[in-house]
């Protein structure tokens, strides 16, 4: 089974940038698709962005234009690249690792957008 660890979280002021990774180990991330989620206090987790396999990202409308998803498959990574980030933006985000018999989470990385 995939394990997911999420990074790169923590402080910024409005406006600024964060790039968050998701490192798996255990398994290639090559056959799976790979999300972000986020969770702000008193919410339900939310999908932010999806990369598949092969095809098209995804992202939900608050963030296209300012996040980008990648992923390195020979790193076994993901990425989501965080720019222009609002007071909005700050939650718990969450790496996913997905297909038809796997379904992996990390633990999670805050990100707090504040002046």
């Known amino acids: 089974q995939v394990q997911l660890v999420e990074s790169g979280g923590g402080l910024v002021q409005p406006g600024g940038s964060l790039r968050l990774s998701c490192a798996a180990s255990g398994s290639s991330l090559r056959d799976l698709a790979l999300s972000w989620y986020r969770q702000a206090p008193g919410k339900e987790r939310d999908m932010v962005a999806t990369i598949p396999v092969r095809g098209t990202t995804y992202y939900t409308d608050s963030v296209k234009g300012r996040f980008t998803i990648s992923r390195d498959n020979a790193k076994n990574t993901a990425y989501l690249q965080m720019n222009s980030l609002q007071p909005d933006d700050t939650a718990v985000y969450y790496c996913?690792?997905?297909?038809?018999?796997?379904?992996?989470w990390g633990q999670g990385t805050q990100v707090t957008v504040s002046s």
């Open positions: 996913n690792a997905a297909n038809w018999r796997t379904n992996a």
